[in-house]
């Protein structure tokens, strides 16, 4: 019998419980929390006299939500061109903080920073360990400082100065990662990692938000993404693409990456060697949420350059949509807001998926065990089973009709400890 004596211990009631792993919501559970770990979980659990209850019977409970393509360095991406130039380092820090925080009361207690293009520095790195140390409340961070870019690329934000090449050329002037050649990547792989990266992401390709490319560009050689590959590999840690095209994506399968982004332009081909190689997809839709939606009034708040390209793909992004939802792919949860919506928003992404037509058993799944597991996290988060870290959430929607459920959180628990929640603003 467990000791309690001076522990903090607390009895979750739920009316509905969505653990992570089972295709089913179990009623009235109850979850034993001890300190900052799950106890134990099930019905009529014992428990110490003096627990301190939480009553969420008129709630589902679920393992705190994780979004796994957050980009945290600007506070707001209306001027996210302004604040990357023009702000400093201490401002990148800071803003990451905010959104670790804002994401926290809404329900996700867990967020992948896919890694800053330029201009950014570590702020994110600095700000997952004042979390961690608990200077600061905010959601887990999994962190990439910066990721591998070739000159000009979709990575190379300095593109967005290129009607001043001067300008550009500066700004180039503080970005470890960008570059040419397969040595220039091992160097860069390896430094990213010493300064505490917990993956590696290659920009394969080109993209929405950047003026002079498309995403049918291939802008890494061969020989630069086997080397990313291969040597992040070797100093085991995980490798994921940004990529967009068929053809991208059966090579990076073929070069053993770990998982890919995006995908919205794959074929037959590419979805078979996505299940040959068994390799996971975050599809993030919610960029693009405004051209499956035909929405104009929100595609008008994008850059020109976007709109024009998302004209462009409309129809192929269409068919890759519908070919992610009709796969039996393993799905990762991320919302890769860079527009509209702001980084701490991913609650977006829950309805963006399931207006795909994904199960939402399914989608439930991407945004907590999935995701744990491409974090290499699932040893402490992403389930509610004893011995993980008590990382809780509830909802008052349905979450199996509502495709908006995720926007108004009800509860949030992190590390044992209950946080203020707030509900979804534009
Ligand atoms: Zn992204």
Known sequence: MTNYKGTNVKLIKCGKLFDGIHDE??????????????????RDLPHPEDVEVIDL??????????????HLQVF?????????????????????????????????TALRHMGSKTFDNYAALEAKRAINAGYFPGARLCVLPYTMVTTGSHGDLSQSAYMNPPLAKYLCSDFPTMGNGPDFFRGAVREQVK???????IMSGGGFSTPNDTPDDEQMS????????????QVHKKCTAHVYTAKSIKKLCEMGIDELQHCHLMDEEALEALYKYNVPIVPTFSPFEDMYESDPASMAQKSPSWQRKQLLYGERMMKGREMVAKSHLTLGYGSDLVSVYQPYQGAVEYRNMFKAGIDPFRILKAATSVNAKLMEMDDIIGSIEPGKLADIAAWKSDLLTDPNALLDCAFVMKDGKVFETEAFDD
């Open 25 to 42: 919501l179990f009623e009235n559970m109850e979850i034993l929390v001890n300190k900052d770990k799950i106890e134990a979980v099930g």
């Open 57 to 70: 019977s008129d709630a589902t409970v679920t393992p705190g939500m994780i979004d796994s393509h957050t």
């Open 76 to 108: 707001d991406w209306h001027h996210a061109k302004d604040e990357r130039i023009f702000q400093n380092q201490a401002s990148h820090n800071l803003a990451v903080l905010y959104n670790a925080q804002k994401a926290l009361k809404r329900g996700f």
């Open 195 to 201: 300064y505490g990266a917990d993956f590696v992401k």
């Open 222 to 233: 061969d020989d630069e993404m086997r080397a990313v590959i291969e040597t992040a590999h």
